[in-house]
């Protein structure tokens, strides 16, 4: 059956380069074998006519497989990072062109650009962690109840979705710990998204983003923190603003504070004493455990550390109501801020 073997090479060879596969069944190779049969001689018809057929299923096996594969090819993958008209021809997309940053976004790189300014080095955190970042290498003792405050959300196997920025702390102050050895700085801020279980009303989220920041040196004070953070205040609010440090407390920071400052002026409602201030973030005087477990020597090194809420910053900026907003995917809100 040399000549059946010839025509299964030569019909796979055409089948290989066909876009429509169906198109291999009226192939004229296959037609030609079925009318050859009359040339055969009787004694061997039979066996050549079963052979026929037997390609002829063949070849409508590798139709079906294709087809098969070409429906699980419908799937196409799609680039979820692209911009949003690129993955779908739908025409209630809008082209990218029309879309614009998320107000977090533009509010975020403008906070990064000032601390960048002042001389932090920006790092990424991360959206999963464990309880050695979030709680332990933060001075936080086991079962104690300031673990509370920090209620979020734990997987199985213990991993953790960040309830703060300070998660980070540990790592920043590894990493640029040799700055110290040749006598520079450790200067690193770190925004990210954080997660908590949280009751959702206009002021509070369960998805939020943090700026934290990490000041070390030899020598650093209470004073080098309130500088800090009033200068970047005054840049980012664009005006001279008046601060207030009240005690609170933190376990990765003593003495802890509440930092405030002066209502903008935009934002004030009246000339009421409760008008005057806004607690805006966490602050203080970097534990010694917290250093010390990080390797550093809180007997010759010392540092400040804070965590600012951005949506805060933000809603008081632009005057936004409700946080809730922010990650509604509400386009009239989003495209006020084009
Ligand atoms: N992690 C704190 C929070 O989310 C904020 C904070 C307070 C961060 C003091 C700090 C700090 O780095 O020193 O509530």
Redesign the pocket.
């Known amino acids: 059956m040399e000549q059946i073997d010839d025509a299964r090479k030569h019909l796979r060879h055409t089948f290989e380069g066909l876009a429509d596969k169906r198109a291999i069944l009226r192939a004229p190779e296959l037609r030609a074998l079925f009318d050859g049969i009359r040339e055969i001689a009787p004694e061997k018809r039979g066996e050549y006519g079963q052979a026929v057929n037997a390609l002829k299923q063949e070849v409508q096996g590798w139709v079906d497989e294709s087809e098969q594969l070409s429906e699980s090819d419908d799937v196409t993958p799609i680039d979820i990072t692209a911009p949003m008209d690129i993955n779908g021809s739908m025409p209630q997309f809008l082209p990218a062109s029309q879309g614009s940053q998320h107000p977090l976004t533009t509010e975020m790189n403008d906070i990064c650009d000032i601390y960048q300014r002042m001389g932090f080095v920006v790092e990424e955190s991360r959206e999963i962690d464990d309880d050695y970042h979030m709680f332990g290498s933060?001075n936080f003792p086991e079962d104690h109840p300031a673990r509370d405050?920090?209620d979020t959300f734990m997987t199985e196997e213990g991993l953790i979705a960040p309830?703060?920025?300070?998660t980070m702390?540990n790592r920043v102050l590894k990493k640029y710990a040799d700055n110290l050895k040749n006598g520079e700085p450790i200067a690193v801020v770190v925004p990210d998204r954080?997660f908590r279980n949280e009751d959702l009303d206009a002021t509070h989220e369960h998805t939020f983003y943090?700026i934290?920041?990490?000041y070390v040196n030899k020598g650093v004070n209470v004073g080098n923190l309130i500088a800090t953070l009033s200068s970047f205040m005054n840049e980012y609010f664009g005006q001279e603003l008046k601060t207030k440090l009240q005690p609170?407390y933190?376990p990765?920071?003593e003495p802890?504070?509440e930092f405030a400052i002066e209502r903008p002026d935009v934002l004030k409602k009246d000339d009421s004493e409760e008008q005057k201030w806004l607690e805006l973030?966490?602050?203080?005087?970097?534990h010694p455990n917290v250093l010390r477990e990080a390797g550093i020597d809180p007997e010759v090194y010392t540092g400040?550390?804070?965590?600012?809420?951005i949506e805060r910053m933000v809603m008081m900026k632009h005057g936004i109501e409700d946080v809730r907003h922010f990650e509604s995917a509400n386009l009239k809100f989003l495209r006020q801020f084009r």
């Open positions: 933060l405050d920090y309830a703060h920025t300070s702390q954080v943090q934290e920041g990490v609170f933190f990765f920071t802890s504070f973030l966490g602050c203080g005087m970097i400040f550390a804070w965590g600012n809420g």
